[in-house]
């Protein structure tokens, strides 16, 4: 066992005392010990319930024969974190995770590990860990929030919620509605209801093969979790009986796997950023022209929030994630030989799984779209690429030319879109905001539900080198790269300048000429960084472009 380099021989007498300064037995001492990597914490609505989850885990770790030993892992609420400094660190929380879990796993020597993630960032960092120390590893994830309801019984989401700040600043709701929003929006523990980031990593964590059936659905306030959470702390130790390792699940194929679940799901854009970094830890590389080929071939078989009015707690109710990829096999679209968390491979976890809802997720003979939900656009505005959740745009805006509107920060284009000085057809760009240049690539959630709440979202459309929450509806197109504080084609995109958006072609094209590009480049400075002390400073010298995964270097 791992942790025979803290606990075996008279040369670990030392480490051994302070083992029982902690109050193990040698009863204890003599079983595996399992790390429960928990991210509980009492700032994040989805995190607030993760005590009674990793008590949980610790249960079935012990029924099955383990000793388990928690430890924390840091977590950020990215709506809380939204719309001011604080949402610069978010996106490099994600590296912070994966890398003082490395430390805490190195420096203790377990021999396996159960992570209790629940929302944005935390779950890809984890994850990330998983992929790098490469022990038995297994994820029990906290679980979705439950859906919320207005006074007059309509379902909502938090999406719904930032929408009507755009609606209250276009007069079109009143006070007292928006205090119905705030009080009914959020109305349980969990990751907030819809198809955002936090669900959309949890679900994917299912379809890579790393966590068990209802892991990315079973909603957080139900007693279900807490069986769930029970089961995983069971079968971490199979897993280190077996030695079944995170690199024997998260191959290519899972990958390509979970691309295609993602594109089924309609999963946030974020997935573009987190499953590339994963892959990297795994020693794979992917691709964003490998996802639109994935993209092209599988069909859209979901519309949760914010693409719909349907939300977490049906999709579950429908079959979660597993009946979804049942589906998928109908066509031959995934690898069913690939291993997972089960013990089993994928084609033996699906046997016997049924859909139980064709409303929720779709047949795959009657999807919403032949395409998946994501798409990945390229042109001389973004010759690396750049990406927007096509299941969430209206159909009107897939395909759209207007002048840009240029903004050098979030703050700005804020203020304009408040002030009514974006109209129909505009093109909003909003640049300096990605991974080096924000720094720390902040998610665009207030203008672009600013856009849809004051009516604008059949109409405008977004470009920026930033990102999007898994909330965003609307013709919004994020990690443009190369990004505008790299000296990508955006740093030079002036107002007035004439955008063409296409996204059923996968194009999106700045009517410039390229004599006219060059001279404006020739003329172009790179900004004076914006954060120059501190982690975000040196995060900036370090991360990669968002094509890349905005992974950290280390030249």
Known sequence: MYSDQIKKGVERTPNRSLLYALGYTDEELSRPLVGVVCSHNEIVPGHMHLDKIAEAVKAGVRAAGGTPIMFPAIAVCDGIAMGHV?????????????????????????????????????????????????IPTIFCSGGPMLAGHLKDGTRTCLSHMFEAVGAYKAGTIDEEQVKDYTENACPSCGSCSGMYTANSMNCLTEA?????????????????????????????????????????????????????????????????LHLPAIAHEAGVEISLDMSNEISKRTPNLCHLAPAGNTYMEDLDRAGGVWAVMKELTKKDLLDTTVMTVTGKTLGENLVGVTNRDPEIIRPIENPYSENGGIAVLKGNLAPDGCVVKQAAVAPEMMVHEGPARVFDSEDEAIAAIYAGKIVAGDVVVIRYEGPKGGPGMR????????ICGMGLGESVALITDGRFSGATRGASIGHVSPEAAAGGNIALVREGDVISINIKECSVTLQVSDQELAARRAAWRAPEPKVKTGYLARYAKLVSSADKGAVLTTE
Not at 96 to 114: K, N, P, Y
Not at 218 to 239: D, T
Request: glycine letters at 6%; aromatic letters at 2%; one cysteine or more.
């Open 86 to 134: 604080g949402m610069k660190y978010s996106l490099v929380t994600r590296d912070l995770i994966a890398d003082s879990t490395e430390a805490m796993v190195m420096a203790h020597q377990f021999d396996g590990l159960v992570m209790i993630p629940n929302c944005d960032k935390n779950v890809p960092g984890l994850l990330m860990a998983a992929a790098r120390l490469n």
């Open 443 to 450: 998610e665009m959630l207030n203008p672009t539900s600013a």
């Open 208 to 272: 890579i093969g790393m966590a068990l059936s209802g892991n990315g659905t079973v909603p957080a306030p139900l007693s279900a979790r807490i069986r769930l959470a029970k089961h995983a702390g069971m079968k971490i130790m199979e897993l280190i009986e077996k030695n079944i390792r995170p690199r024997d699940i998260m191959t290519e194929a899972a990958f390509h796997n979970a691309e295609t679940v993602d594109m089924a799901l309609g999963c946030s854009t974020n997935t573009m």
